[in-house]
């Protein structure tokens, strides 16, 4: 069964850098989102992705994120100027359409030092 | 207040035992989504229902739209069904997560 796949499984950054997650959507597949859940926290929505623009981001997703989708199949989410705070677990998804059931990658562990 | 409650936060049931986990939401709704966080982290969409009943294995939703309200059931649970159990919505195009029950089933 296909599956959405994220790069890397853990990212160790220093506090200031930038940080680029990198997500492969199942490849029929339209809208892409952007989760992430700090340690012990609930699972919390950043922003989704249709047709090469935000259909719709949280109050979180700020100047400091962005996403892309360079080509067809890579879907990315970039952070700046990396926070302590910015440590969590960040999950990528993707559906066919709204009315399908998302898919989600295994996540990429961010610990920003 | 959280738009998306549940309860109970933690259950401990022996092998075997019907499970039910309950969901609460507060805002209007395109479609309520069980979810399944197993401990390495990894989440797995269990059910998507915008009414009535779906019935999976052993897993069955329920959801009720007048009342916001929707029920996950576990019939005869096992070990393996051991993980977090979330309940989240979609208003639009974004989703909102309770905070999730942790279930043990104990052998």
């Known amino acids: 069964e296909p599956e959405v796949t994220q790069t890397p499984s853990h990212q160790v950054t220093q506090m200031g850098q930038e940080v680029i997650l990198r997500c492969v959507p199942i490849s029929n597949h339209l809208y892409f989102y952007w989760y992430r859940q700090i340690l012990g926290q609930k699972v919390e929505f950043l922003v989704s992705?249709?047709?090469?623009?935000?259909?719709?981001k949280s109050e979180i997703f700020d100047d400091q994120f962005s996403v892309e989708r360079p080509d067809g199949s890579n879907f990315t989410l970039k952070i700046r100027s990396t926070k302590l705070e910015d440590s969590a677990m960040y999950f990528c998804?993707?559906?066919?359409?709204?009315?399908?059931?998302?898919?989600f990658g295994d996540g990429t562990r961010l610990s920003i030092l | 207040k959280n738009e998306v409650e549940q309860s109970p936060q933690n259950l401990t049931a022996q092998e075997g035992e019907f499970i039910t986990i309950n969901c609460s939401y507060s805002?209007?709704?395109?479609?309520l989504h069980w979810l399944q966080q197993h401990p390495g982290g990894g989440i797995v969409s269990l059910f998507m229902?915008?009414?009535g009943k779906k019935k999976h294995g052993r897993l069955i939703a329920t959801i009720n739209i007048q009342e916001k309200h929707s029920s996950l059931h576990i019939t005869a649970s096992h070990p393996r069904d051991s993980a977090v159990y979330i309940c989240?919505?979609?208003?639009?195009?974004?989703?909102?997560f309770g905070a999730g029950t942790r279930l043990t089933v104990k052998p």
């Open positions: 805002v209007g709704i395109s479609a």
């Open positions: 229902l915008s009414s």
């Open positions: 992705f249709y047709n090469n623009e935000i259909s719709e």
């Open positions: 989240a919505v979609t208003p639009t195009h974004d989703m909102r």
């Open positions: 998804a993707s559906d066919r359409d709204s009315n399908q059931p998302q898919h």
